[in-house]
């Protein structure tokens, strides 16, 4: 049913299955596979090996639903990324700075383990673990990456301004974001990326 102009748009009802990885409810899906993410890893030897063996399966997919566009709209979705490690790096999304870079974004953890990666591009860098019941406010200008650091898949649920949009090639033109989020021991640790060359203006 389409809304008359200028009327109420309806309210939307979506719900979240963290083990199944879904969102009943949305109207938008992507997915993507380790193929897909070549050059985000450090370790080029390492991910060609584990690309050799790779089954084809999505590493991560986002479901999310978009009602209304503009700036009075809101996207909510949910993002679920399996747990794995290419080298020392655990498996993690592209990551993004908002195309109008003062959107902000919330996530809560539903199901898993992970770490939010935050930086700006005047140098500062956060690590904030996340757990189930956990919630990362995302301030606008900050760059973002979810990291998995668990052994099941780390989901998440997002809101976001509709008109935020997302910068990708931000973090790849400057070789990677500043730190990595790799093992240790049990459990895990950032650490410099020595291909990092900076954020451009």
């Not at 790779?54 to 949910?78: C, K, M, N, Q, R």
């Not at 673990?129 to 898949?153: L, Q």
């Not at 910068?167 to 974001?177: K, N």
């Amino acid at each position: 049913m389409t809304t008359p102009p200028g009327a109420p748009v309806p309210p939307v009802k979506l719900t979240a299955d963290p083990v199944a990885g879904r969102l009943s409810g949305s109207n938008g899906r992507y997915e993507k596979h380790l193929a897909d993410l070549n050059g985000i890893y450090r370790d080029a030897a390492a991910y060609d090996r584990l690309l050799a063996a790779d089954d084809g399966a999505p590493v991560y997919w986002v479901e999310a639903s978009e009602t209304e566009d503009g700036p009075g709209g809101l996207i909510t979705g949910i993002s679920v990324l399996e747990p794995g490690r290419v080298g020392d790096e655990f498996f993690m999304t592209r990551g993004h700075l908002h195309a109008r870079a003062d959107r902000s974004e919330v996530y809560t953890c539903l199901a898993g383990q992970g770490v939010m990666l935050l930086e700006t591009v005047d140098g500062r860098s956060e690590a904030i673990e996340m757990s189930v019941g956990d919630t990362v406010y995302v301030p606008g200008h900050w760059v973002h990456r979810s990291v998995n650091v668990g052994s099941t898949r780390f989901v998440t649920m997002f809101i976001y301004p509709a008109d935020a949009g997302q910068d990708y090639g931000l973090i790849h033109d400057a070789g990677g974001m500043k730190n990595l989020v790799v093992s240790s021991g049990d459990g895990w640790t950032t650490r410099a990326n020595t291909d990092h060359e900076g954020y451009r203006a």
